[in-house]
Protein backbone atom coordinates (compact mmCIF):
# COMPACT_ATOMS: atom_id res chain seq x y z
CA UNK A 1 0.00 0.00 0.00
CA UNK A 2 1.02 3.44 -0.28
CA UNK A 3 1.56 6.25 2.48
CA UNK A 4 -0.09 9.81 2.96
CA UNK A 5 3.37 12.04 3.75
CA UNK A 6 4.88 11.84 6.87
CA UNK A 7 3.70 14.02 9.28
CA UNK A 8 6.72 16.09 10.33
CA UNK A 9 6.94 19.60 12.10
CA UNK A 10 8.74 21.51 9.56
CA UNK A 11 5.73 20.56 7.61
CA UNK A 12 2.88 21.60 9.40
CA UNK A 13 1.37 25.16 8.99
CA UNK A 14 0.79 26.45 5.56
CA UNK A 15 2.73 23.75 3.94
CA UNK A 16 0.74 21.19 5.92
CA UNK A 17 -1.73 19.05 3.61
CA UNK A 18 -4.87 16.60 3.84
CA UNK A 19 -3.19 13.01 5.15
CA UNK A 20 -4.92 11.63 1.57
CA UNK A 21 -2.99 14.54 -0.38
CA UNK A 22 -0.22 13.67 -3.09
CA UNK A 23 3.32 13.80 -1.43
CA UNK A 24 4.63 16.88 -2.59
CA UNK A 25 8.18 19.30 -1.93
CA UNK A 26 9.36 18.56 1.63
CA UNK A 27 11.54 22.30 1.16
CA UNK A 28 13.86 21.24 3.84
CA UNK A 29 17.67 20.04 3.31
CA UNK A 30 18.16 16.50 3.01
CA UNK A 31 21.03 15.79 5.18
CA UNK A 32 20.84 12.40 5.92
CA UNK A 33 19.83 9.44 3.82
CA UNK A 34 19.95 5.76 4.25
CA UNK A 35 19.67 3.00 1.22
CA UNK A 36 18.85 -0.66 2.75
CA UNK A 37 19.24 -3.77 0.79
CA UNK A 38 17.19 -6.26 2.26
CA UNK A 39 17.58 -10.14 2.66
CA UNK A 40 16.89 -12.21 -0.29
CA UNK A 41 14.40 -15.22 -0.50
CA UNK A 42 16.17 -18.57 -1.18
CA UNK A 43 15.45 -17.85 -5.35
CA UNK A 44 18.34 -15.90 -5.08
CA UNK A 45 21.44 -18.18 -5.11
CA UNK A 46 24.88 -17.96 -6.70
CA UNK A 47 27.74 -15.85 -6.04
CA UNK A 48 26.96 -14.27 -9.07
CA UNK A 49 23.13 -13.48 -8.29
CA UNK A 50 23.96 -12.12 -4.98
CA UNK A 51 27.15 -10.17 -6.80
CA UNK A 52 24.84 -8.24 -9.22
CA UNK A 53 21.78 -7.34 -6.31
CA UNK A 54 24.70 -6.07 -4.24
CA UNK A 55 25.53 -4.24 -7.41
CA UNK A 56 22.32 -2.89 -8.29
CA UNK A 57 22.36 -1.56 -4.29
CA UNK A 58 25.46 -0.07 -4.73
CA UNK A 59 24.28 1.83 -7.58
CA UNK A 60 21.15 3.32 -6.39
CA UNK A 61 23.31 4.63 -3.36
CA UNK A 62 25.75 6.20 -5.62
CA UNK A 63 22.56 7.89 -7.29
CA UNK A 64 21.23 9.00 -3.98
CA UNK A 65 24.88 10.94 -3.03
CA UNK A 66 25.02 12.48 -6.64
CA UNK A 67 25.69 15.73 -6.58
CA UNK A 68 24.25 15.99 -2.93
CA UNK A 69 26.18 16.63 -0.06
CA UNK A 70 24.00 14.63 2.43
CA UNK A 71 25.29 11.82 4.33
CA UNK A 72 24.59 8.54 2.95
CA UNK A 73 24.13 5.40 5.07
CA UNK A 74 24.53 2.00 3.51
CA UNK A 75 22.62 -1.02 5.56
CA UNK A 76 22.82 -4.43 3.78
CA UNK A 77 20.38 -6.92 5.71
CA UNK A 78 21.62 -9.44 3.64
CA UNK A 79 24.97 -9.75 3.56
CA UNK A 80 24.69 -9.00 7.64
CA UNK A 81 22.10 -10.84 7.84
CA UNK A 82 20.10 -8.23 9.82
CA UNK A 83 16.70 -8.88 10.85
CA UNK A 84 13.90 -6.14 10.17
CA UNK A 85 14.19 -5.13 14.30
CA UNK A 86 18.15 -4.67 13.73
CA UNK A 87 17.50 -2.34 10.11
CA UNK A 88 15.07 -0.43 11.81
CA UNK A 89 17.13 0.22 14.87
CA UNK A 90 20.17 1.37 12.62
CA UNK A 91 17.82 3.65 10.52
CA UNK A 92 16.67 5.34 13.71
CA UNK A 93 20.34 5.56 15.09
CA UNK A 94 21.31 7.15 11.69
CA UNK A 95 18.36 9.72 11.71
CA UNK A 96 17.60 9.04 8.44
CA UNK A 97 15.03 11.47 6.42
CA UNK A 98 14.19 8.99 3.22
CA UNK A 99 14.80 5.73 3.30
CA UNK A 100 16.05 4.32 -0.44
CA UNK A 101 15.06 0.26 -0.41
CA UNK A 102 16.83 -1.81 -2.94
CA UNK A 103 14.27 -4.29 -3.64
CA UNK A 104 15.76 -7.16 -6.61
CA UNK A 105 15.22 -10.36 -5.71
CA UNK A 106 14.28 -10.60 -2.44
CA UNK A 107 10.77 -12.55 -1.18
CA UNK A 108 7.66 -10.42 -1.44
CA UNK A 109 6.86 -11.49 2.13
CA UNK A 110 10.21 -10.68 3.58
CA UNK A 111 10.03 -7.31 1.32
CA UNK A 112 6.66 -6.49 3.09
CA UNK A 113 7.56 -7.60 6.57
CA UNK A 114 10.37 -5.22 6.38
CA UNK A 115 8.15 -1.68 5.02
CA UNK A 116 5.70 -2.55 7.97
CA UNK A 117 8.60 -2.98 10.43
CA UNK A 118 10.23 0.36 8.80
CA UNK A 119 6.72 1.88 8.80
CA UNK A 120 5.76 0.91 12.74
CA UNK A 121 9.27 1.81 14.05
CA UNK A 122 10.30 5.29 11.99
CA UNK A 123 6.67 6.99 11.08
CA UNK A 124 8.19 10.32 9.77
CA UNK A 125 10.64 8.63 7.42
CA UNK A 126 9.73 8.82 3.69
CA UNK A 127 9.85 4.88 2.53
CA UNK A 128 10.76 4.59 -1.58
CA UNK A 129 11.08 1.49 -2.75
CA UNK A 130 13.22 0.83 -6.19
CA UNK A 131 12.69 -2.53 -7.99
CA UNK A 132 14.65 -2.77 -10.66
CA UNK A 133 13.56 -5.83 -11.69
CA UNK A 134 10.04 -5.02 -12.04
CA UNK A 135 7.09 -5.68 -10.01
CA UNK A 136 7.24 -9.70 -11.49
CA UNK A 137 2.96 -10.00 -11.06
CA UNK A 138 3.14 -8.14 -7.78
CA UNK A 139 0.22 -5.69 -7.64
CA UNK A 140 1.24 -2.12 -6.27
CA UNK A 141 -0.71 -2.83 -3.48
CA UNK A 142 0.62 -6.12 -2.41
CA UNK A 143 4.47 -5.10 -1.93
CA UNK A 144 3.93 -3.08 1.76
CA UNK A 145 3.69 0.07 2.95
CA UNK A 146 5.51 2.84 0.75
CA UNK A 147 5.47 6.89 -0.66
CA UNK A 148 7.19 6.23 -3.88
CA UNK A 149 7.67 2.80 -5.69
CA UNK A 150 10.03 2.82 -9.01
CA UNK A 151 10.76 0.42 -11.32
CA UNK A 152 12.76 0.85 -14.80
CA UNK A 153 16.11 3.15 -14.12
CA UNK A 154 15.83 3.65 -10.56
CA UNK A 155 18.55 5.78 -10.19
CA UNK A 156 17.88 8.64 -12.03
CA UNK A 157 13.89 8.43 -10.86
CA UNK A 158 15.43 8.16 -7.35
CA UNK A 159 17.82 11.41 -7.71
CA UNK A 160 14.45 13.06 -8.87
CA UNK A 161 12.53 11.95 -6.44
CA UNK A 162 15.29 13.26 -3.52
CA UNK A 163 15.16 16.77 -5.74
CA UNK A 164 11.43 17.05 -5.56
CA UNK A 165 11.02 16.03 -1.44
CA UNK A 166 13.95 18.68 -0.44
CA UNK A 167 13.11 22.02 -3.06
CA UNK A 168 10.19 21.04 -5.10
CA UNK A 169 11.57 20.81 -7.99
CA UNK A 170 10.18 19.26 -11.12
CA UNK A 171 6.76 17.01 -11.28
CA UNK A 172 7.38 13.59 -9.73
CA UNK A 173 4.15 12.50 -11.45
CA UNK A 174 5.80 12.36 -14.85
CA UNK A 175 8.83 9.89 -13.69
CA UNK A 176 8.54 6.91 -16.00
CA UNK A 177 7.78 3.50 -13.88
CA UNK A 178 6.46 5.71 -10.83
CA UNK A 179 3.84 4.52 -8.74
CA UNK A 180 2.68 6.85 -5.72
CA UNK A 181 -0.69 8.57 -4.26
CA UNK A 182 -3.07 10.76 -5.94
CA UNK A 183 -5.28 13.75 -4.26
CA UNK A 184 -7.91 10.89 -3.44
CA UNK A 185 -5.63 8.26 -1.92
CA UNK A 186 -5.75 6.03 -4.72
CA UNK A 187 -2.26 4.45 -6.09
CA UNK A 188 -1.73 5.46 -9.77
CA UNK A 189 1.58 3.98 -11.92
CA UNK A 190 3.54 4.93 -14.84
CA UNK A 191 4.93 2.51 -17.22
CA UNK A 192 8.50 2.08 -17.47
CA UNK A 193 9.02 3.06 -21.05
CA UNK A 194 12.31 4.54 -22.27
CA UNK A 195 12.87 6.48 -25.20
CA UNK A 196 16.13 5.81 -26.26
CA UNK A 197 18.56 2.89 -26.55
CA UNK A 198 20.99 4.21 -24.28
CA UNK A 199 21.60 3.84 -20.63
CA UNK A 200 21.43 6.50 -18.63
CA UNK A 201 24.84 7.86 -17.62
CA UNK A 202 25.39 8.32 -14.17
CA UNK A 203 28.22 7.48 -10.95
CA UNK A 204 29.88 4.46 -10.48
CA UNK A 205 28.50 1.86 -7.98
CA UNK A 206 29.72 3.26 -4.10
CA UNK A 207 32.18 -0.17 -4.03
CA UNK A 208 33.97 1.92 -1.12
CA UNK A 209 30.57 1.22 1.02
CA UNK A 210 30.15 -2.25 0.45
CA UNK A 211 29.96 -5.01 3.28
CA UNK A 212 31.54 -8.51 1.71
CA UNK A 213 34.03 -10.11 3.13
CA UNK A 214 35.97 -10.62 -0.15
CA UNK A 215 36.49 -6.62 -1.52
CA UNK A 216 38.54 -8.30 -4.63
CA UNK A 217 35.21 -9.60 -6.70
CA UNK A 218 33.50 -6.47 -8.31
CA UNK A 219 31.05 -6.50 -10.95
CA UNK A 220 30.71 -4.18 -14.38
CA UNK A 221 27.78 -3.81 -16.08
CA UNK A 222 28.05 -2.46 -20.07
CA UNK A 223 24.69 -3.11 -21.52
CA UNK A 224 21.36 -3.94 -20.41
CA UNK A 225 18.34 -5.78 -22.10
CA UNK A 226 15.30 -7.78 -21.34
CA UNK A 227 15.54 -11.45 -22.28
CA UNK A 228 11.97 -12.50 -24.57
CA UNK A 229 12.16 -15.47 -22.73
CA UNK A 230 12.36 -14.00 -19.42
CA UNK A 231 9.15 -13.82 -17.22
CA UNK A 232 9.90 -12.08 -14.12
CA UNK A 233 10.31 -7.97 -15.14
CA UNK A 234 7.75 -7.85 -17.89
CA UNK A 235 10.03 -5.94 -19.80
CA UNK A 236 10.67 -3.00 -17.29
CA UNK A 237 13.94 -2.26 -19.46
CA UNK A 238 12.44 -2.19 -22.56
CA UNK A 239 12.77 -5.09 -25.19
CA UNK A 240 16.07 -3.73 -26.85
CA UNK A 241 19.37 -3.31 -26.11
CA UNK A 242 20.19 -0.24 -24.42
CA UNK A 243 24.24 0.25 -24.52
CA UNK A 244 26.58 2.27 -21.92
CA UNK A 245 29.22 4.52 -23.34
CA UNK A 246 32.30 2.97 -24.11
CA UNK A 247 34.16 5.31 -22.75
CA UNK A 248 31.96 5.62 -19.42
CA UNK A 249 32.47 1.68 -19.22
CA UNK A 250 36.53 1.98 -20.18
CA UNK A 251 36.92 4.32 -17.23
CA UNK A 252 34.98 2.36 -15.15
CA UNK A 253 36.59 -0.94 -15.67
CA UNK A 254 40.00 1.22 -15.01
CA UNK A 255 38.50 2.27 -11.51
CA UNK A 256 37.68 -0.81 -10.92
CA UNK A 257 41.35 -2.18 -11.16
CA UNK A 258 43.25 0.77 -10.31
CA UNK A 259 41.64 1.99 -7.20
CA UNK A 260 39.55 -1.27 -6.16
CA UNK A 261 42.40 -3.50 -6.37
CA UNK A 262 39.95 -5.58 -8.15
CA UNK A 263 40.87 -9.24 -9.07
CA UNK A 264 37.71 -10.79 -10.18
CA UNK A 265 35.46 -8.52 -12.13
CA UNK A 266 31.93 -9.86 -13.24
CA UNK A 267 30.04 -8.55 -16.26
CA UNK A 268 26.41 -8.49 -15.82
CA UNK A 269 25.09 -8.09 -19.26
CA UNK A 270 23.05 -10.43 -20.69
CA UNK A 271 24.14 -10.83 -24.08
CA UNK A 272 27.47 -9.41 -23.84
CA UNK A 273 28.66 -10.63 -27.19
CA UNK A 274 25.82 -9.77 -29.09
CA UNK A 275 27.25 -6.73 -30.84
CA UNK A 276 31.12 -8.55 -31.37
CA UNK A 277 32.16 -5.62 -32.71
CA UNK A 278 31.54 -3.52 -29.79
CA UNK A 279 32.73 -6.32 -27.44
CA UNK A 280 35.88 -5.87 -29.39
CA UNK A 281 36.54 -2.58 -28.65
CA UNK A 282 35.83 -2.86 -24.93
CA UNK A 283 38.33 -6.02 -24.62
CA UNK A 284 41.05 -4.30 -26.73
CA UNK A 285 40.37 -0.95 -24.19
CA UNK A 286 40.55 -3.71 -20.92
CA UNK A 287 43.73 -5.75 -22.21
CA UNK A 288 45.21 -2.47 -22.65
CA UNK A 289 44.29 -1.02 -19.28
CA UNK A 290 45.79 -3.99 -17.43
CA UNK A 291 49.11 -4.21 -19.43
CA UNK A 292 49.39 -0.37 -18.72
CA UNK A 293 48.68 -0.84 -15.27
CA UNK A 294 50.58 -4.14 -14.97
CA UNK A 295 47.18 -6.19 -13.28
CA UNK A 296 45.64 -9.41 -14.32
CA UNK A 297 42.08 -10.15 -13.28
CA UNK A 298 40.20 -13.20 -14.03
CA UNK A 299 37.01 -12.18 -15.87
CA UNK A 300 33.65 -13.29 -15.35
CA UNK A 301 30.26 -13.29 -17.08
CA UNK A 302 27.21 -13.61 -14.69
CA UNK A 303 24.78 -14.85 -17.59
CA UNK A 304 27.34 -16.71 -19.80
CA UNK A 305 28.29 -15.76 -23.26
CA UNK A 306 26.31 -16.86 -26.87
CA UNK A 307 28.68 -18.25 -28.82
CA UNK A 308 27.11 -18.27 -32.23
CA UNK A 309 28.92 -14.82 -33.55
CA UNK A 310 32.06 -16.14 -32.12
CA UNK A 311 35.25 -15.34 -34.22
CA UNK A 312 38.93 -15.99 -33.79
CA UNK A 313 40.13 -12.36 -32.66
CA UNK A 314 36.89 -12.38 -30.15
CA UNK A 315 37.90 -15.81 -28.72
CA UNK A 316 41.27 -14.56 -28.33
CA UNK A 317 40.49 -10.82 -26.78
CA UNK A 318 38.65 -12.54 -24.19
CA UNK A 319 41.38 -15.05 -23.29
CA UNK A 320 43.60 -11.68 -22.82
CA UNK A 321 41.05 -9.86 -20.85
CA UNK A 322 41.14 -12.75 -18.64
CA UNK A 323 38.74 -15.25 -19.11
CA UNK A 324 39.49 -18.57 -18.02
CA UNK A 325 35.83 -20.22 -17.57
CA UNK A 326 32.32 -19.34 -19.04
CA UNK A 327 29.22 -20.95 -19.13
CA UNK A 328 27.00 -21.17 -22.77
CA UNK A 329 23.54 -21.17 -22.04
CA UNK A 330 22.27 -23.13 -25.00
CA UNK A 331 19.09 -24.31 -23.58
CA UNK A 332 17.99 -27.23 -26.69
CA UNK A 333 19.31 -28.31 -29.72
CA UNK A 334 15.89 -28.64 -31.32
CA UNK A 335 15.10 -25.95 -33.62
CA UNK A 336 11.33 -25.58 -32.55
CA UNK A 337 12.49 -25.17 -29.05
CA UNK A 338 15.00 -22.77 -29.93
CA UNK A 339 12.38 -20.43 -31.05
CA UNK A 340 10.23 -21.20 -28.42
CA UNK A 341 12.97 -19.93 -26.11
CA UNK A 342 13.02 -16.67 -27.94
CA UNK A 343 16.89 -17.43 -28.52
CA UNK A 344 17.23 -18.33 -32.06
CA UNK A 345 20.87 -19.44 -31.91
CA UNK A 346 22.26 -21.02 -34.95
CA UNK A 347 23.53 -24.55 -33.97
CA UNK A 348 25.85 -24.98 -36.18
CA UNK A 349 27.03 -21.36 -35.74
CA UNK A 350 27.09 -22.37 -31.42
CA UNK A 351 29.08 -25.70 -32.57
CA UNK A 352 32.04 -23.45 -34.08
CA UNK A 353 32.11 -20.67 -31.31
CA UNK A 354 32.75 -23.74 -29.06
CA UNK A 355 35.94 -24.83 -30.89
CA UNK A 356 37.19 -21.59 -31.18
CA UNK A 357 36.67 -20.74 -27.13
CA UNK A 358 38.09 -24.64 -26.81
CA UNK A 359 41.21 -22.96 -28.51
CA UNK A 360 41.98 -20.51 -26.51
CA UNK A 361 41.95 -22.43 -23.39
CA UNK A 362 38.96 -21.32 -22.11
CA UNK A 363 36.98 -23.51 -19.63
CA UNK A 364 33.23 -24.23 -21.44
CA UNK A 365 29.88 -25.76 -19.42
CA UNK A 366 27.05 -26.02 -21.84
CA UNK A 367 23.69 -25.37 -20.12
CA UNK A 368 20.72 -27.24 -21.31
CA UNK A 369 17.11 -27.93 -20.03
CA UNK A 370 15.39 -31.06 -20.78
CA UNK A 371 11.61 -31.44 -19.39
CA UNK A 372 10.16 -28.61 -22.26
CA UNK A 373 6.55 -28.04 -23.19
CA UNK A 374 5.38 -30.75 -25.87
CA UNK A 375 9.53 -32.11 -25.84
CA UNK A 376 9.79 -35.57 -27.61
CA UNK A 377 12.62 -37.90 -27.08
CA UNK A 378 14.34 -37.20 -30.20
CA UNK A 379 14.16 -33.59 -29.29
CA UNK A 380 16.10 -34.48 -26.15
CA UNK A 381 18.82 -37.20 -27.55
CA UNK A 382 19.34 -34.43 -30.20
CA UNK A 383 20.40 -32.00 -27.46
CA UNK A 384 22.55 -35.35 -25.69
CA UNK A 385 24.58 -35.94 -29.07
CA UNK A 386 25.22 -32.33 -29.58
CA UNK A 387 26.47 -31.79 -25.94
CA UNK A 388 28.72 -35.18 -26.70
CA UNK A 389 29.88 -33.97 -30.50
CA UNK A 390 31.02 -30.26 -29.57
CA UNK A 391 33.97 -29.30 -27.50
CA UNK A 392 32.20 -28.44 -24.16
CA UNK A 393 34.31 -29.59 -21.22
CA UNK A 394 31.04 -29.63 -18.84
CA UNK A 395 27.91 -29.96 -19.67
CA UNK A 396 25.03 -29.73 -17.06
CA UNK A 397 21.73 -30.29 -18.12
CA UNK A 398 18.67 -29.24 -15.87
CA UNK A 399 15.08 -30.22 -15.31
CA UNK A 400 12.67 -27.31 -16.66
CA UNK A 401 8.69 -27.14 -17.02
CA UNK A 402 6.30 -28.61 -15.31
CA UNK A 403 5.86 -32.84 -14.46
CA UNK A 404 3.57 -32.42 -17.22
CA UNK A 405 6.07 -31.26 -19.57
CA UNK A 406 8.74 -34.24 -18.30
CA UNK A 407 10.38 -32.60 -15.40
CA UNK A 408 10.09 -35.77 -13.43
CA UNK A 409 11.46 -37.83 -16.25
CA UNK A 410 14.74 -35.45 -16.66
CA UNK A 411 15.01 -35.93 -12.45
CA UNK A 412 15.61 -39.44 -13.44
CA UNK A 413 17.71 -39.25 -16.27
CA UNK A 414 19.68 -36.23 -14.16
CA UNK A 415 22.38 -39.11 -13.27
CA UNK A 416 23.08 -40.59 -16.43
CA UNK A 417 23.46 -37.98 -18.63
CA UNK A 418 25.94 -35.50 -16.29
CA UNK A 419 28.65 -37.73 -17.07
CA UNK A 420 28.71 -36.92 -20.79
CA UNK A 421 31.08 -34.29 -19.51
CA UNK A 422 33.65 -36.93 -20.23
CA UNK A 423 37.31 -36.58 -18.01
CA UNK A 424 39.01 -37.36 -21.04
CA UNK A 425 38.00 -33.29 -22.23
CA UNK A 426 39.12 -32.22 -18.55
CA UNK A 427 42.34 -33.57 -18.80
CA UNK A 428 43.03 -32.37 -22.24
CA UNK A 429 42.32 -28.60 -21.07
CA UNK A 430 44.20 -28.78 -17.76
CA UNK A 431 46.79 -30.27 -19.92
CA UNK A 432 46.84 -27.08 -21.84
CA UNK A 433 47.05 -24.56 -18.90
CA UNK A 434 49.88 -26.41 -17.33
CA UNK A 435 52.04 -26.17 -20.67
CA UNK A 436 51.35 -22.51 -20.72
CA UNK A 437 52.93 -19.81 -18.24
CA UNK A 438 50.66 -17.27 -18.43
CA UNK A 439 49.03 -18.46 -15.62
CA UNK A 440 48.82 -20.86 -12.37
CA UNK A 441 45.38 -21.36 -11.41
CA UNK A 442 44.61 -24.85 -11.79
CA UNK A 443 41.28 -26.10 -12.16
CA UNK A 444 40.21 -29.30 -10.02
CA UNK A 445 38.08 -31.58 -12.03
CA UNK A 446 35.29 -33.52 -10.41
CA UNK A 447 35.88 -36.37 -8.79
CA UNK A 448 32.62 -38.18 -8.74
CA UNK A 449 32.69 -37.45 -13.05
CA UNK A 450 35.83 -40.02 -13.29
CA UNK A 451 34.31 -42.52 -10.89
CA UNK A 452 31.50 -42.73 -12.95
CA UNK A 453 33.27 -43.11 -15.99
CA UNK A 454 35.22 -45.83 -14.55
CA UNK A 455 32.55 -47.41 -12.94
CA UNK A 456 30.62 -47.58 -16.54
CA UNK A 457 33.69 -48.54 -18.03
CA UNK A 458 34.06 -51.85 -15.62
CA UNK A 459 30.70 -52.60 -16.20
CA UNK A 460 31.11 -52.91 -19.49
CA UNK A 461 34.91 -54.53 -19.38
CA UNK A 462 34.53 -58.30 -20.21
CA UNK A 463 37.78 -58.69 -18.27
CA UNK A 464 36.48 -57.36 -14.86
CA UNK A 465 33.78 -59.98 -15.05
CA UNK A 466 33.59 -63.01 -13.16
CA UNK A 467 34.14 -66.60 -14.09
CA UNK A 468 31.13 -68.55 -14.33
Same mark, same amino acid.
Given at each position: MTLAPPDRPERRGAQAQAPDAAPSAWAVPLQRIAVVRPRAGKAGSGAAFELERECDGLQLLAWARHQRSAKVTWIDAHTELLPDSAVVERLAMARAQVVLVSDNGSAPPKLAHLLEAIHRGCPRLWIVVAREGGLQGQRPTDIGPYHFLLTGDTGPAAQRILDHLETGAGDPTQISGLTWRDERGNPRSNPAWHVDATLPAGPQPAWDLRTTQDPTRLAL?? &? %? $?????????HGAFGRTLRRRDEAAVQ???? &? %? $?????AEHITVLDEVFDFEPMRAK?????????LRSLDREVQL???HGLRADRMDLELAALLRQAGLRAVDLPIGSASPRIQQELGRNLNLNDVEAGIRLLAQQGIRLRGVFGLGYEREDPRERERSIHFAQRSALHQVRFEPVGGKRHGNRWSERLWAQVRFYATPARQRAWRDWVTDRTETTWQPGIETWLGKLGRRLERRASPADTKPS
Open positions: RT &S %L $VCLPDCPTCREFE &S %L $VRDQHRLLRAWVQTHFA
